[in-house]
Antibody, heavy 119, light 107 residues
Framework: QDHLVQSGAEVKKPGASVKVSCKAS????????IHWVRQAPGQGLEWMGW????????KYSQKFQDRVTITRDTSANTAYMELSSLRSEDTAVYYC????????????WGQGTLVTVSS | DIQMTQSPSSLSASVGDRVTITCRAS??????LNWYQQKPGKAPKLLIY???SLLSGVPSRFSGSGSGTDFTLTISSLQPEDFATYYC?????????FGQGTKVEVK
């Protein structure tokens, strides 16, 4: 059974950084890219960026370009999303999702990680 | 960035109703359009990919159509478990933008 399991909830102060992990199981990790999507409370889905888990190449939304870093550890079958210079508006649930398909789509999602930014 | 506009933002319907949600892209995206269902406190789930392909295991009452800029998600006979929020997403180009969502509520 293909699976993505994310790290637990975090509470951070403004200006701090947070690093969320996404551990894959049940499939060959390096065969599928991982994307990160966030959802602020009561809001819609917002794409942040993705990583080609095979070669490590990344692409980020311009909105987060200066603050987000997505990495992966192939030995641990895990992708990471680090967001820096946190502000209250970054309070959200952060999801990782696996991309598949020629016309790509997200077939598996992590359970989500709530990041709360509060002083 | 490609903008995705869904309508309506919300709708009220009864079990057994036929429900239609539309999604319009700000530029042509061929068939690079996916539909997801999200229930409160849960991650989104893929329903339809490539505009009209039903994911294995998804009930056949869900269907998708369209290409270019205009797309439709149809639920032929709404079931109690279908009350949720639905999002379209384009995967034609980065960023893979989502529509703002359509909340399907009990009438």
């Amino acid at each position: 059974q293909d699976h993505l399991v994310q790290s637990g909830a975090e509470v951070k102060k403004p200006g701090a950084s947070v690093k969320v992990s996404c551990k894959a199981s049940g499939y060959t990790f390096t065969s599928y890219s991982i994307h990160w999507v966030r959802q602020a409370p009561g809001q819609g889905l917002e794409w942040m960026g993705w990583i080609n888990t095979g070669n490590g190449k990344t692409k980020y939304s311009q909105k987060f370009q200066d603050r987000v870093t997505i990495t992966r550890d192939t030995s641990a079958n895990t992708a990471y999303m680090e967001l820096s210079s946190l502000r209250s508006e970054d309070t959200a649930v952060y999801y990782c999702a696996r991309e598949t398909g020629t016309l790509p789509y997200f077939d598996y999602w992590g359970q989500g990680t709530l990041v709360t930014v509060s002083s | 960035d490609i903008q995705m506009t869904q309508s309506p933002s919300s709708l009220s319907a009864s079990v057994g109703d036929r429900v239609t949600i539309t999604c319009r892209a700000s530029q042509t995206i061929s068939s690079y359009l996916n539909w997801y269902q999200q229930k409160p406190g849960k991650a989104p789930k893929l329903l339809i990919y490539a505009a009209s392909s039903l994911l294995s295991g998804v009930p056949s009452r869900f269907s998708g159509s369209g290409s270019g800029t205009d797309f439709t998600l149809t639920i032929s006979s709404l079931q109690p478990e279908d009350f949720a929020t639905y999002y379209c997403q384009q995967s034609h180009s980065t960023p893979g933008t989502f529509g703002q969502g359509t909340k399907v509520e009990v009438k």
